[in-house]
């Protein structure tokens, strides 16, 4: 059974990382982090006080000389705590790893690095801007791929008996979306990414409901690309979406707004402002990009299933919060 081409690595092809503007109490914390105790155990395995002052420094110093409302504190609370569940989840990943003794090499990432800027025909100098633009350094975007090559390895053998993409359901997509598969094909896009503690499906309610516009629900609380140019991101390749985000957008029309989608451990909302169609491609030039598309959303399906096992059957005990 073929395996996905591509690694998601939670990354470029416009799959934003978005840190966040929100942040913690005072710009006093930025220089006060404790680099000692322990804030979990995972099975036994600490999850030690400055590993997630490290992952929460970005917060820390988006705030310097801020002071917060009682409702940005509420939210940051939330906030801390997903980035911490998240962490869980890594160290969980970490110990199945160990037990199965899946190993990914520094050389395998960066072979893994160059295929991915290859696929997408962007120089290095882009790729790097890219990263730029999404505050994500090499070091991370690597080991974001180096996290999602041990997820695949991990479950490598449940996908193969549980992911099947037959030839009808290939077919069926091209027949639906058959401009998205067009030659040059492109969506112009408005992103919202939604504070935490702001409920998305509520957000897209209001906006629809016509109490205020996409364009002025970005300006206002987006915390991504965009803001004040009412969330537009430009036009993008359809080839170059991530595979949860063509899905959203499939069959939409201009205006029409997905369902929330989501980037990183943040909740977003997509709009489609226009459409640029291209040259029609035979569906055998792109059933593989298609079968890809699919095996990847089925993927990530058994993978939800996978870590959720994972958390039942583990042991956490959360200390010093």
């Excluded at 996905?4 to 914390?29: I, Y």
């Excluded at 949860?244 to 997905?258: D, F, R, V």
Aim: with cysteine; aromatic share 8%.
């Amino acid at each position: 059974m073929r395996q996905p081409a591509k690694f998601r690595a939670r990354c470029l092809g416009l799959a934003l990382l978005v840190l966040v503007a929100f942040g913690w109490r005072s710009a006093a914390l930025a220089d006060d982090l404790v680099v000692d105790g322990v804030v979990a155990l995972v099975n036994g395995k600490i999850i030690t006080k400055f590993e997630y002052d490290e992952r929460l420094r970005p917060i820390y110093e988006q705030t310097r000389g801020r002071q917060l409302s009682t409702d940005e504190l509420g939210q940051i609370a939330t906030l801390r705590r997903k980035i911490l569940e998240q962490m869980v989840d890594d160290m969980l990943l970490q110990q199945e790893a160990e037990r199965y003794k899946f190993k990914v090499t520094d050389a395998e990432v960066e072979e893994q690095i160059k295929q991915f800027i290859a696929k997408r025909n962007i120089s290095q100098d882009e790729f790097n801007r890219q990263l730029a633009l999404q505050r994500l350094t090499r070091p991370e975007f690597a080991n974001n791929m180096r996290r999602d090559m041990i997820r695949h390895r991990l479950i490598g053998g449940a996908v193969s008996n549980k992911v099947v993409v037959t030839d009808s359901e290939v077919e069926q997509v091209y027949n639906e979306r058959k401009a998205e598969f067009s030659k040059d094909s492109m969506i112009q896009l408005g992103i919202i990414l939604i504070p935490s503690g702001m409920s998305p499906t509520e957000l897209k309610a209001e906006i629809e409901s016509g109490r205020m516009t996409f364009a002025e629900a970005a300006n206002r609380y987006s915390q991504g690309p965009g803001v004040g140019n009412g969330g537009d991101i430009g036009f993008i390749a359809w080839k170059d979406l991530a595979p949860e985000w063509n899905a959203a957008l499939a069959g939409l029309k201009p205006g029409q707004i997905t369902q929330p989608v989501h980037i990183q451990d943040f909740a977003g909302l997509l709009q489609v402002i226009s459409l640029k169609e291209g040259e029609e491609l035979a569906l055998d030039s792109v059933r593989e990009q298609i079968y890809q598309s699919l095996h990847e959303a089925k993927f990530e399906k058994v993978f939800q299933e996978y870590m959720q096992k994972l958390r039942d059957k583990a042991v956490v005990d959360y200390r010093n919060l």
